[in-house]
């Protein structure tokens, strides 16, 4: 599956890059939402071999789905108005969003291993 070994090893660029900026915080912080939009096109994209997958990865990527669903749907509570957007909230919406990253991480380095 060549796909999956390009989207792994662009993923691992996008995050080494945004390891990089966090010497700039903000910066760092805007390019997480370009490697989460780019993370979700690799789910979609890596939905396609679903039935190739082992159950370990199988499971690891309907956990990573509905993680990001939940996350997105913070988001969306937070912009509507329907959570307060307290500090905390929006840290730990981005924490998760970071782990997320490394998740998505580990998933593609499994399918293209």
């Given at each position: 599956m060549k796909t999956t070994r390009v989207i792994y090893q662009l993923n691992i660029t996008l995050i080494v890059f945004n390891l990089i900026l966090i010497i700039?915080?903000?910066y760092a912080l805007l390019f997480l939402i370009v490697l989460g939009a780019f993370q979700i096109l690799f789910a979609i994209i890596i939905g396609f071999y679903f039935k190739e997958m082992s159950p370990a990865i199988?499971?690891?990527y309907l956990l990573y789905i509905l993680l990001v669903a939940?996350?997105?749907y913070t988001f969306f509570l937070v912009n509507k108005g329907f959570l307060d957007s307290g500090q905390q909230l929006i840290t730990l919406c981005f924490v998760t969003s970071?782990?997320?990253a490394f998740h998505n991480l580990?998933?593609?380095y499994k399918i293209q291993k």
């Open positions: 700039m915080p903000f199988r499971t690891n939940s996350v997105l970071i782990c997320l580990f998933i593609t």
